[in-house]
Nanobody, 114 residues
Framework: QVQLVESGGGSAQAGGSLRLSCAAS????????MGWYRRAPGKQRELVAG???????NYADSLKGRFTISRDNAKNTVYLQMNSLKPQDTAVYYC????????WGQGTQVTVSS
């Protein structure tokens, strides 16, 4: 059973930064892809960023330049650095990982106030 545990969410002022972490219960190199989705109130879930086993990254177009995804294989952890936060970034952020199956974390709340 794979577990993904997110941390680092919380409250921030507009223009501030937060870093989310997603710790996996097994060697993350075994996952083809990992990344983050988010669900804002009243909206559909959307992809935030992904990173492949080879380190290739992809981002939602609207977030490029503000968010950065990275991974530390030694710590079995994926990070999402979020800068220049905006109130519209308020959402629950979910970590995911996929190989043959898709795995999800419980989510962490990010609230950005103006």
């Amino acid at each position: 059973q794979v577990q993904l545990v997110e941390s680092g969410g919380g409250s921030a002022q507009a223009g501030g930064s937060l870093r989310l972490s997603c710790a996996a219960s097994r060697d993350i190199f075994r996952f083809e892809n990992m990344g983050w989705y988010r669900r804002a109130p009243g909206k559909q879930r959307e992809l935030v960023a992904g990173i492949s086993r080879d380190g290739i990254t992809n981002y939602a177009d609207s977030l490029k330049g503000r968010f950065t995804i990275s991974r530390d294989n030694a710590k079995n952890t994926v990070y999402l650095q979020m800068n220049s936060l905006k109130p519209q970034d308020t959402a629950v952020y979910y970590c995911y990982a996929e190989d043959t199956w898709a795995y999800w974390g419980q989510g962490t709340q990010v609230t950005v106030s103006s």
